[in-house]
C-alpha cells in the first residue's frame, strides 16, 4: 500500500476532510470559498486572543465546517435574489448549526469542534440562534466565529447585493458591537483591519493553516474503521440531497467492494473501490435539490444538470492528492459498455475497471430501491436485468461476479442500512424525504 491507496492514511483521512469542505463550496457555487475565507479571518482573531494551538486548530475546523448541516436546506429560499425566508425555510435555516453539530461531533477526532459550531449564529445580544446564549455564555470561539463570519459574508457578492468594500464592512461592524457581535471581538477586528493586519483571501495560506489543523488534531496513524465512520458522513451527506436514495452510496460502496474482491483484485484496489462507491455520486452535492425531484420528465437543460454530477464530482477528487485515485472511478460510473452512457460515452475496455464496477452495483441498487415514480424490482428480478444487459449496459467481467455473489452479501448490506446512531446525517434525510414526498409526486434519474 502506499500513501494514495492506504485507506488507514493520515493522507487519506485529511483528504476527505477537505473534499467535504470543498463539497459544502460547490453546494452553492457563490458560496464556494465561504468556509475558507471565514476560516483565514477566524485564525487571524483566535491569535490575537492568543488561543493556543489546539484551540486554533479547532477554530480551523469550526469555521470550515460550521454550515455542513445547510446542505440541501431551503434551496430555493437562499437561490431568491431577495434575501427574504418564508416561515418555513426560516425555521429550517435555524435549525443548521445543531445540524452540522450532529454531524460534526460524529467525525473522529472532531467532536471536540462540535460546541462551537453548534453556537456560531449566537448574538452577543441573546438575539441569535439555536439557544439565545448572551454575552460571554457563548464560548470565545464561537464569538470570534461570529465575527469572521459576517464579515467574510460582507466581503463577498451574494445574488441580492453587491460585496462590500473595506471602509462600508468596518461601519458595519461598529455598529454590531454589543448587538450581534462581542464588542471586545469586534474591537479587536476593527483594530487588525486598521494595521492593515487583515488580509486578502490567500490559497495558500488557507492549506498551510489546513494542514497545520490537520497535525494537530489527527493521529499519525487511523484506523480503517475510523476512515469507514467518515466516509459513511460523507455518503450520508451526499444521499441526504437526493431524498429518494437514502442509504444508497453506502449500498454501491458495499457491492462494489464485494464485486472486487470476488474478482480477486488486491487489497488496496478494494479499498480504493470500496470508497469510490461511497463517494461515487459527490457531484449530486451541485445539482439543484428542485432537478432531483423534479416530475418524472426532465428539461434537456435539467437533464444536463444531472448528467454533469459524475464530472463534478471528478473534478473535486482530482484537486486534492490523497483522493486522485479515485477520480476516474467516480467521471466513468454512468458509462455503458456500449457506449450509450455518459459523460464521455467511451465502451467497452476503455472505461476504467472500478467504473465498470460501479455501473452494475449502482445500476442494481437503484432497481432496487423505490423511486416515486415507480415501484423497486425485487432482488430476483433485478439480477435477471443485469443477466439480460450484460455485454450491452454492463461489462461482462464485473456483472459476471455480481451474479455470482452470494444473496448472504445482498441481505447483509441491506440490513446495514438501518440507520446507526453515530450517523447523524439520517434524520435529516428521513426528515428531507418526508416533506418532498408530500410536495413532489415523482423523482426522476437513477443512480
Ligand atoms: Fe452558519
Ligand atoms: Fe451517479
Ligand atoms: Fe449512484
Redesign the pocket.
Known sequence: MNAFTDRSGRAFYAGLLEGLIKVMGMWHGYLFQHGPRVSVIALRLGRSFDLDRQQLSELFFGAVLSDLGMIGLAEEALENPKPSLTEGARTEVQSHPKRSADTVSAIPYLGDVAPLVAHHHEWWDGTGYPHGLSGDAIPLSAQILRVADTVAALGEDRPHRSKLDPGDIRKEVQRALGHEFSPEVGKRFIGLMDQGEVHDFNDTFFRQSMLKAVEHLLPAKISGVNTDQLLEIFAGLIDAKDPYTGGHSRRVAGLSHAVAERMGLDESAQAAIRAAGYL??L??VSVPLRILTTPTHLDEAEYLEVKN??GAGAHILQTIPSLQHLTTGVRY??ERWDGMGYPEGISGGRIPIVAQILAVC?AYDAMTSGRAYRTSKSHGHAMETVDQCLDTHFAPRPAGAFLTLPFEIFHRIKLSEQPRERDAAQPFTERLRTRTRSTRRTARQE?
Do not use: V
Open positions: 461515487h455520486d457531484g449530486k454530477h459524475p460510473h454512468h449502482d443512480g
